[in-house]
Antibody, heavy 123, light 108 residues
Framework: QVQLQESGPGLVKPSQTLSLTCTVS??????????WNWIRQPAGKELEWIGR???????NYNPSLESRVTISGDTSKNQFSLKLTSVIAADTAVYYC???????????????WGQGILVTVSS | DIQMTQSPSSLSASVGDRVTITCRSS??????LNWYQQKPGKAPKLLIY???RLQSGVPSRFSGSGSGTDFTLTISRLQPEDFATYYC??????????FGQGTKLEIK
């Protein structure tokens, strides 16, 4: 069973950098069959896809956040990380890491998720 | 971006009821549509993928239908554990995945 666990500071000051790590067990972040994603959810709002890493280092980002986001991987620790620079209050959210997989129909699903971590941007 | 619009935003129902939630996409997404259930303080859980395929381990009272731009999630006989928020998600424009705004299902 694949498990994901987010970790990092729960409070970040405005204009600083938010840094989170996702530790994966039961699966490999270097596997070419899966993609490793970050998603966030502000309180009471919908889920927003932030970006993903795959094949050990290739990345894609949501264009709305691309200028501030970096996702990287550490295959030796089976982890991947999120950095979001110049944060503002609107970046306050629960941040999830999740795996995506292709089904036999070609549809991509978020099939395993971490429990989520609340990050508050405040001075 | 492909916009996903769910209706209703909230819904009150009783145990044993049949409920239907609708999701509409801003453009044709074929069957590239998934449904998730989220309970307070928990991560979303995949229920239905490819519009109508039941994820392993999900009770058969959940079903999905639709293609193109209009989709539905139906729960045939509500159980107490089904009261949660439901989201649709498209993967047609991979990797720019987008979710609906959610439908909160509450006990009447």
């Amino acid at each position: 069973q694949v498990q994901l666990q987010e970790s990092g500071p729960g409070l970040v000051k405005p204009s600083q950098t938010l840094s989170l790590t996702c530790t994966v067990s039961g699966g490999s972040v270097s596997s070419g069959n899966y993609y490793w994603n970050w998603i966030r959810q502000p309180a009471g709002k919908e889920l927003e896809w932030i970006g993903r890493i795959y094949n050990g280092g290739s990345t894609n980002y949501n264009p709305s956040l691309e200028s501030r986001v970096t996702i990287s991987g550490d295959t030796s620790k089976n982890q991947f990380s999120l950095k979001l620079t110049s944060v503002i209050a609107a970046d306050t959210a629960v941040y999830y890491c999740a795996r995506t997989a292709h089904t036999i129909f070609g549809v991509v699903t978020f099939d395993f998720w971490g429990q989520g971590i609340l990050v508050t941007v405040s001075s | 971006d492909i916009q996903m619009t769910q209706s209703p935003s909230s819904l009150s129902a009783s145990v044993g009821d049949r409920v239907t939630i609708t999701c509409r996409s801003s453009q044709n997404i074929n069957i590239y549509l998934n449904w998730y259930q989220q309970k307070p303080g928990k991560a979303p859980k995949l229920l239905i993928y490819a519009a109508s395929r039941l994820q392993s381990g999900v009770p058969s009272r959940f079903s999905g239908s639709g293609s193109g731009t209009d989709f539905t999630l139906t729960i045939s006989r509500l159980q107490p554990e089904d009261f949660a928020t439901y989201y649709c998600q498209q993967s047609y424009s991979t990797p720019l995945y987008t979710f609906g705004q959610g439908t909160k299902l509450e006990i009447k």
